[in-house]
């Protein structure tokens, strides 16, 4: 993870959105890595880390909505920044909006579990 996290840094945008996802969160006995460890890692690169699964769809919804309002977040910085410079009018500047997903999409994942496709 720390080869990929120092690749991302040496080699992609610097205004790069990353979070981590830690999949498998309901095969809890079968863990490999800890939360505490991962937590750690993504705190150490000053990123999110978010546990999750795929079979249940527990947290999938979350890591949507951290991933968009961390980019509108960034868009605003970006578009305050033009503003300052005058290049924009500040009518073009979203105010801090936060993006929340409608939360049945767990409730469909559910009940979709016992298909066992993911």
Not at 28 to 51: P, T
Not at 103 to 110: H, L, M
Request: charged share 30%.
């Amino acid at each position: 993870m720390t080869r990929w996290l120092e690749d991302i840094k040496e080699f992609g945008p610097e205004d790069i959105n990353i979070i981590i996802v830690g999949n498998k969160m309901d095969l809890n006995y079968q863990r490999e890595v800890n939360y505490q460890d991962a937590s750690s890692l993504a705190d150490s690169y000053n990123i999110k880390y978010i546990e999750v699964s795929a079979l249940t769809g527990k947290n999938i919804p979350e890591i949507f909505e951290l991933l968009t309002n961390s980019m509108i977040k960034l868009e605003n910085v970006k578009e305050i920044s033009r503003l300052k410079k005058g290049k924009i009018d500040k009518s073009h500047v979203t105010a801090n909006h936060n993006i929340t997903l409608d939360k049945s999409i767990d409730a469909n994942y559910k009940n979709n579990a016992d298909s066992k496709c993911c």
